[in-house]
């Protein structure tokens, strides 16, 4: 990660350097904060966020899941967002909004701790390596399960939830692959460590539903529909291991991922072990849908 200049902090513009917390912030010791990951993009106009408004309402949205109150609208932080690819002269890049408890408290009850709001920008290439994007990249079914709807909140990111994503990815990366993908507790598919994924099979686009314990993803919902739109089957249905191997294709969608396609999985090829027509389709819908070149949904650029 390569340093920019400032930091939003509860409001204000803060020197990278500068932008601390106590080490005793709740938030450090019992993972109460949320948080969320989003692009902004080069366009012909100048940079543009993608999906921002999108992103920050389901930010709002995690802090009321989790009790934790937000000080900030989701206009004041769709402006600061804006702000934050500004001063720091990027022209495109990825920004992390996070709101998490602070001091004043120890203990599991947060009551009496104030709460910090923060909003970063750095560059950030390929999630998954450019190499990836081209080719696509090897993935392993996890020993681990995906976090329970019963046990936690898995359609927030919450942070101390992906603790288990950590667990799954140093598992996947010291076994020799790239990602990992989690079951959840009945056996069936329901996502990557940080991404969701697409399974197609004869022509149709299978994605896990979020009762399975998929994050409800904004990337995932933008190629869901470009894929609907053109002409494409795509279904949300329980997705079983087995389904992996028999599939044609397999991807990866996320903001940091963008769509990443799978060419391996538990060391057996995906389809012909390349991406398929299905995934690079998807890969172009994205990408000219992120840039301004698609010809519509403008409505989910934000034009710094």
């Not at 390596?129 to 995906?146: A, D, F, P, Q």
């Not at 936690?152 to 140093?170: C, E």
């Not at 301004?292 to 409505?299: C, I, P, S």
Request: aromatic share 8%; with cysteine.
């Amino acid at each position: 990660m390569e340093p920019t200049k400032l930091i939003w902090m509860n409001g204000t513009m803060v020197p990278w350097e500068d932008a601390t917390v106590h080490v005793l912030v709740h938030g450090l010791h019992y993972g109460t904060g949320v948080f969320e990951g989003i692009r902004a993009y080069e366009t012909e106009r100048g940079p543009a966020v993608f999906r921002l408004t999108d992103h920050m309402e389901r930010l709002a949205h995690g802090c009321k899941a989790t009790g934790i109150p937000l000080e900030w609208s989701v206009s004041d932080l769709v402006k600061a967002g804006k702000e934050i690819i500004a001063v720091n002269d990027l022209r495109s890049g990825y920004i992390r909004p996070i709101v998490f408890y602070g001091t004043g408290s120890m203990g599991l009850n947060p009551a009496g701790a104030n709460v910090e709001t923060v909003i970063a920008a750095w560059e950030w290439g390929a999630y998954l390596g450019e190499e990836g994007l081209r080719n696509g990249i090897t993935v392993g079914v996890s020993s681990w399960r995906r976090i329970d709807q019963s046990a936690f909140l898995p359609n927030a990111k919450i942070t101390g939830g992906y603790i288990n994503s950590v667990m799954a990815k140093q598992e996947a990366l010291a076994a020799g692959l790239d990602e990992a993908l989690l079951l959840n507790q009945a056996g069936y598919l329901a996502e990557g460590s940080g991404e969701n994924v697409f399974v197609v099979r004869d022509g149709v686009v299978y994605t896990p539903p979020v009762s399975a314990g998929p994050l409800d993803g904004i990337t995932a919902r933008t190629v869901r529909t470009l894929l609907i739109e053109e002409g494409y089957d795509v279904v949300e249905s329980m997705i079983t291991r087995t389904d992996l191997y028999y599939a044609d294709e397999l991807f990866f969608t996320g903001t940091a991922a963008e769509v990443t396609p799978i060419r391996e999985v538990d060391h057996r090829p995906v389809g012909a072990g390349e991406p398929g027509p299905v995934t690079r389709k998807a890969q172009e819908l994205f990408m000219a849908a992120a840039t301004g070149t698609l010809g519509r949904h403008e409505e989910w650029l934000d034009f710094v």
